[in-house]
């Protein structure tokens, strides 16, 4: 049981994790910024980005208020209009910043200019690119990066479990307590099964999504919110968890796997139609943006057409497109469709929606600070402001690199006034054992799962998310038991917080008494006059 200390502590080694560790450790070469990750450092939500980065790049064409009005628009009146423009206007100088650190995004053949594509919800072209594989070649130069600085320390199978605050002194902490402060993290280090106890002067959560929440998602299985779970825990505050967001056309495959494959909202905007099987274009009677209208129009016109015909998914036909752009701009996706038998030039593309992005998160202002003194939160565990009640393509990336921008400057000079709690007991590990029956938290896993997308899918009602509250409690009362006497696994810490995170989306579905964005209910199909943002 180890106790470390660091100047600054940051869970995640995705874009925002690293992207805050980079820039504040250029800053102060004499402190220590020790990045956290669960599994390896370039394994990441972030390294699964296809379309690309939105940002007003071509002045000549393209407008900051045309990026602010689209991002308004697909946010269906819950953006916080500031920090959209706070977003939209410092994220050309952070893209910039990582292009300087060696990230590579298409150009145009034989000329300088990037090759901006178009996306869902966007009045112009200016999503950068690199092929179909943005976010592994950002994720690459990060890593990268971040290698070049002494005092970045990134500690690789190291499982954030809890944050530390006064309550772990032994003092009474809940919600509304005022000062809440946070003096660090316990966290499990996988290779020797031991918890560490990790002491920090400011703490900055980056532990992105938690789409494994859902039995179908794009996520990749690290996405089990588990600093959301922790914030909450520590007793601070969350909003916004009903808005999660389904992508419209992850790739169907009968065979299942997980993380589902996704073809890129970018596909239609090259000029893929969806279509059902009989060839025919449906889009037309949901939206007059068609195929590119926002993710949440697309979505459930395709979940309205696969019930009303009653198949498994619908299609993407893309057999009028230039093969060889195709290929050139999405190598992976061919390759995927390939491997399944299906050939992007000859057949149509089998499609289907898959849980791919959370809106809300940890209640953050525009400085990233969240309501727990000495803790700041950004990229997809956040809730900035900036998605309201549905996120525009491509939005995440940026926010996450202006967000990580905006800690940096908002935490530079504070060290001297913060110092460490030294009096932070150990971890107490007295009186549990190792689990006899891994079988208990697996199968509470698939349960939750199934719970979450037959009762708080795409589509909800009072009576399924009533029922989706009543399963939930029962396995939250069986998993805090089997928590209280069994050995710490990241298995376990995952179950308990991807309960959490039901919790939270349930409970928030259940208070919109509304239809808003990603939250659609057949109990109240309309919008109510009175906006409010749920905060939990
Ligand atoms: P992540 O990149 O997910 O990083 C999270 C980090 O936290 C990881 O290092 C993980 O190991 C660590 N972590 C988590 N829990 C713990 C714990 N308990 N202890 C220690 N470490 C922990 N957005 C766009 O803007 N454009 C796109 O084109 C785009 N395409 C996407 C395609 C796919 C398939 C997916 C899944 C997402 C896509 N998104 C896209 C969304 C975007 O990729 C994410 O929102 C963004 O990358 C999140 O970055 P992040 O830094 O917040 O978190
Ligand atoms: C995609 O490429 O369709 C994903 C883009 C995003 O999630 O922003």
């Not at 992207?19 to 402190?31: E, G, L, M, V």
């Not at 939209?88 to 990037?114: C, L, M, N, T």
């Not at 998914?313 to 491997?339: G, N, Q, V, W």
Request: glycine fraction near 8%; charged fraction near 25%; charge should be negative.
């Amino acid at each position: 049981m180890a106790r470390i200390k660091a100047d600054f502590l940051v869970l995640g080694s995705g874009i925002a994790g690293l992207t805050f560790a980079i820039k504040t450790a250029k800053a102060y070469p004499d402190r220590k910024v020790l990045v956290l990750t669960k599994t390896v450092e370039n394994e990441s939500n972030t390294r699964y980005a296809q379309g690309g980065v939105a940002a007003v790049w071509d002045l000549g064409k393209d407008t900051y208020n045309k990026h602010v009005e689209d991002t308004l628009d697909a946010g269906d009146g819950l953006c916080r209009r500031e920090i959209v423009e706070i977003v939209v206007h410092e994220g050309p100088e952070r893209v910039q910043e990582i292009i300087d650190w060696g990230a590579r995004f298409d150009k145009v053949k034989d000329s300088p200019a990037y090759d901006l594509a178009r996306e869902g919800g966007h009045s112009e072209h200016r999503i950068l690119h690199y092929k179909d594989l943005t976010g592994w070649e950002m994720q690459r130069a990060l890593v990268e990066e971040a290698h070049r600085y002494a005092n970045i320390e990134i500690l690789e199978h190291y499982f954030a479990l809890d944050l530390i605050t006064q309550h772990h002194l032994g003092r009474m902490v809940i919600r509304v307590t005022p000062d809440i402060e946070c003096y660090g993290c316990y966290a499990l280090n996988k290779k020797n099964g031991e918890i560490d106890t990790i002491l920090s002067r400011i703490t900055v959560v980056c532990t992105g999504g938690a789409g494994q929440v859902y039995k179908s998602t794009t996520n990749p299985i690290i996405a089990t919110g588990d600093g959301i779970a922790m914030t909450y825990r520590a007793k601070g505050r969350v909003e916004n968890m009903e808005f999660v967001q389904f992508h419209p056309t992850s790739m169907y495959n009968p065979a299942g796997e997980n993380p589902s494959f996704l073809v890129s909202e970018a596909v239609r905007g090259f000029g893929g139609i969806l279509k059902s099987t009989e060839g025919e274009e449906f889009m037309h009677l949901y939206d007059e943006r068609l195929s590119l209208a926002p993710r949440d129009i697309v979505a459930r016109a395709i979940d309205s057409e696969m019930k009303k015909r009653g198949t498994d998914c619908m299609y993407l036909d893309c057999r009028h497109l230039d093969r060889d752009k195709f290929t050139a701009h999405f190598p992976t996706i061919f390759e995927k469709c390939l491997s399944l038998g299906v050939d992007p030039m000859k057949d149509l593309i089998p499609v289907v929606p898959a849980c791919h992005y959370l809106c809300g998160g940890i209640l953050v202002d525009e400085h990233g600070r969240s309501s727990i003194h000495r803790l700041y939160a950004a990229g997809e565990c956040s809730s900035t402001g900036l998605h309201g009640a549905n996120r525009l393509a491509s939005n995440s990336l940026l926010e996450a690199m202006v967000f990580a921008h905006r800690i940096f400057l908002h935490t530079r000079n504070k060290l001297d006034q913060l110092s460490y709690r030294e009096d932070v007991p150990d971890w107490n590990a007295e009186g549990t054992t190792d689990p006899k029956e891994m079988v208990l938290i697996t199968q509470s896993i698939k349960e939750l799962k199934e719970i979450m997308s037959y009762y708080v899918g795409i589509v909800r009602s009072n009576i399924r998310l009533k029922r989706a509250l009543d399963r939930l409690y029962l396995l939250y009362q069986e998993t805090e038991d089997l928590y209280k006497t069994s050995t710490i696994s990241p298995q376990l810490m995952e179950l308990r917080n991807l309960i959490t995170i039901a919790y939270l989306i349930t409970r928030s579905a259940t208070h919109r008494r509304e239809s808003r964005g990603l939250h659609f209910t057949t109990d109240y199909p309309g919008q109510q006059l009175f906006i409010e943002y749920s905060v939990l």
